[in-house]
C-alpha cells in the first residue's frame, strides 16, 4: 500500500496571505486529521475528518479551515498568514474507527516571511 | 481535557544500558495509550499501543493508571534506538491524538 502523500512538501509565503495544503490518505482509509508541529509547542492537533465531515476540531482559530472530498482526499487552508504560522503540517490517516492507528505523512513544512 | 506530559526532554544513555521513557497523562476516563517514534529524515510511526501489550524493537510500555503512566521501557539500548520519542492518548471517541512534547533519545556507541 502507498503511504500517505502531501503536498506541497515545502512552501514559503509572506504575510497576510493564504495557503492550501494537501493530503492524500492511504487507500480504504476513510479518516484524515491534520497537525501542527512546532518546536515550541510540539505536535498539536487541529481537526479530523471521516467521510467528508468534520469530526473534531482542535483549539485554533477560524483561519485554519478544512475539507474532505468523497475520495477522502483532505485539504486544510490557512487564511490571513501569520509569522507564528510558519511549521511542519502533518496529515495522518486511518480507517477512523475509535482509537485506530493513525499513518503519518511526511508533512508540509510552511515558511511565512 | 486531555494532557501528556514527558518530562525529559533529552535522555542520553550507552549502548547496552537500560533506557526508560517517561509519560504521564491526564484524562478522566479510559484512555488509549500510544507511543510514537521518528526516526531521523523519516515519518512519525507508530512504535506502540497499550491495547495490544505487544513488544516492540525490544520496547514495552504498560498502562499504570493508579499512576497515570504509560512509561516506555528496553533493557537494552541500540545505537538506532536513536531517535524522538512521543507519547500520545486518543480519549473515547474524539477521534484525536494529544502528543507529548516528546523526548529525543540519543544511544551512544
Known amino acids: 500500500k502507498a503511504g500517505v502523500t502531501q503536498t506541497p512538501r515545502y512552501l514559503i509565503k509572506t504575510r497576510g496571505q493564504q495557503v492550501t495544503l494537501s493530503c492524500s490518505p492511504i487507500?480504504?482509509?476513510?479518516?484524515v486529521s491534520w497537525y501542527q508541529q512546532t518546536p515550541g509547542q510540539g505536535l498539536q492537533f487541529l481537526f479530523e475528518y471521516f467521510s467528508e465531515t468534520q469530526r473534531n476540531k482542535g483549539n485554533f482559530p477560524g483561519r485554519f479551515s478544512g475539507r474532505q472530498f468523497s475520495n477522502s482526499r483532505s485539504e486544510m487552508n490557512v487564511s490571513t498568514l501569520e509569522l507564528g504560522d510558519s511549521a511542519l503540517y502533518l496529515c495522518a490517516s486511518s480507517s477512523g474507527t475509535e482509537h485506530n492507528e493513525q499513518f503519518f505523512g511526511p508533512g508540509t513544512r510552511l515558511t511565512v516571511l | 481535557a486531555q494532557r501528556v506530559t514527558q518530562p525529559e526532554k533529552l535522555l542520553s544513555v550507552f549502548k547496552g544500558a537500560p533506557v526508560e521513557l517517561k509519560c504521564n497523562y491526564s484524562y478522566s476516563g479510559s484512555p488509549e495509550l500510544f507511543w510514537y517514534v521518528q526516526y531521523s529524515r523519516q515519518r512519525l510511526q507508530l512504535l506502540l499501543r497499550?491495547?495490544s501489550r505487544e513488544s516492540i524493537k525490544g520496547f514495552t510500555a504498560d498502562l499504570n493508571k493508579g499512576e497515570t503512566s504509560f512509561h516506555l521501557k528496553k533493557p537494552f539500548a541500540q545505537e538506532e534506538d536513536s531517535a524522538m520519542y512521543y507519547c500520545a492518548l486518543s480519549g473515547g471517541s474524539n477521534y484525536k491524538l494529544t502528543f507529548g512534547k516528546g523526548t529525543l533519545l540519543t544511544v551512544n556507541p
Open positions: 497499550h491495547i
Open positions: 487507500s480504504g482509509h476513510r479518516s
